[in-house]
């Protein structure tokens, strides 16, 4: 007998890519601090700690992490690229941010890529 098995959704990621970004602007954490502050408070997102960061030495990039209580906010930066890569996976639904808009002001970028995945599968199969 074959059963249509419902597909379930778990959440939405946003995978964002910003590149020709101000190589200072990818190396200052107050830059960045200010970005996760600000997406979590507008989207009415809720810490579960205190976010993480890691600045690497010399003329490096910034690594950061804020684990949500629905889910993370992560960025990578590479100011040697111009580039950051920033991730936001939300398990409940949330309206869109301003990503494009925003990382052009506040990190100089000259482009902005946002990918936007609906995250889940299917609901296991029963046995019997």
């Known amino acids: 007998m074959n059963h249509a098995v419902p597909k379930i959704t778990v959440g939405t990621e946003w995978v964002i890519d910003a590149i020709g970004c101000a190589p200072l602007a990818l190396m200052s954490e107050e830059v960045l601090r200010r970005l996760f502050e600000d997406v979590v408070r507008e989207l009415d997102l809720t810490p579960a700690a205190p976010a993480l960061w890691k600045v690497f030495p010399g ?18 930066t590479f100011p040697e690229h111009a580039a ?3 991730n ?35 609901a296991p199969e029963r046995a019997g």
């Open 59 to 76: 003329e490096a990039g910034i690594t950061g992490l804020w684990m949500l209580q629905e889910s993370h906010l992560t960025v990578h």
């Open 84 to 86: 950051a890569a920033i």
């Open 88 to 122: 936001l996976y939300c398990c409940a639904e949330r309206r869109a941010w301003a990503w494009e808009a925003e990382l052009i002001r506040r990190l100089g970028a000259t482009a902005v890529s946002v990918r936007v995945l609906a995250r889940g599968g299917r």
